[in-house]
């Protein structure tokens, strides 16, 4: 690029659609926030696709994107989802931890400053590794002293979502997933294929949604490593209500969630670089 050539950019800046000159030109203009959206491909009972959580966080980033001065890396697709039914494809997360890592590297050593993960998926497995993940990463890369790393879940983006996660105990697949499929895809979405798990398989899994897990030992000790598979008698695997499922719903929360994500991103933005405030840490260890 020509030495002061400007170039006429619009928002979202998508970086599969952009070339190097123009990321080279985006990052110079201060540009230097980018979403890295991440999914998961996984069962959504019979009335989503296995695409969900990657469409949803690709369609929040780039609505954030819209709005807020950063660019939308490539969709990250794959997780640990922990599930086995049909059309779920596990990657473990210790692959999943190495590959965020060379992503906010590749990011970082081109001069971006913030690299913002927005994460599509929970699971208590998936959480845990991206915790401490999010925790480690800098402690062997002291020469990336001034940049910023962070990881969104998206849902903690929306109040409602999270006060009503608690109050009507919908997780999986029900109203809220599929209120929101109805706005980001709802070409996706069949609302007449909805099914549900035997009433009293279904309500366990509302109750606590990490009982798909069938847990057993060799040993009844808390040393001993269980074995951990999905119990038999799940066929459906969703987690709530979907028949209540409505695009309004589904329009509140994107747009709690956007609104939230432009905030964020945005403190992010106007930080003094290579400023430190000090942080507490939960440990987990005796010593």
């Given at each position: ?85 049909p059309g779920t494809i596990n990657v473990s997360p210790e692959t999943v931890v190495l590959m965020l890592s060379d992503i906010a ?183």
């Open positions: 690029m020509a030495e002061g050539r400007r170039l006429t950019l619009k928002p979202p800046f998508l970086w599969q659609n952009l070339t190097v000159e123009e990321i080279r030109y985006l990052i110079r203009t201060d540009c230097r926030t980018v979403l890295v959206p991440v999914g998961v491909i996984e069962q959504h009972g019979y009335h989503l696709s296995t695409f969900t959580d990657c469409h949803l966080a690709w369609g929040i980033s780039v609505r954030i994107a819209e709005k807020a001065n950063c660019l939308v890396a490539p969709l990250m697709p794959y997780l640990f989802s922990g599930g086995t039914l590297d590749a990011l970082f050593n081109q001069g971006i400053l913030n690299v913002v993960i927005i994460l599509g998926h929970g699971g208590s497995e998936n959480y845990q590794a991206l915790m401490n993940f999010k925790h480690l990463y800098f402690h062997k890369r002291p020469h990336l002293h001034d940049r910023l790393l962070a990881i969104v879940p998206v849902w903690e983006l929306s109040p409602t979502w999270v006060r009503m996660f608690k109050e009507r105990k919908d997780f999986h697949a029900g109203e809220f997933e599929t209120s929101l499929m109805l706005v980001l895809a709802p070409e996706s979405v069949h609302l007449k294929r909805c099914r549900l798990d035997k009433p009293a398989v279904a309500e366990k899994m509302r109750q606590d949604p990490d009982w798909y897990q069938l847990v057993e030992k060799a040993l009844d000790l808390t040393w001993v490593a269980p074995h951990v598979s999905q119990r038999p008698e799940i066929e459906v695997g969703v987690m709530g209500e979907p028949f209540r499922a409505d695009k309004s719903l589904g329009e509140k929360l994107v747009r709690e969630i956007v609104a939230g994500g432009v905030a964020f991103i945005n403190k992010v933005a106007r930080r003094k670089v290579g400023q430190r405030v000090s942080a507490k840490v939960v440990r987990q260890s005796i010593f």
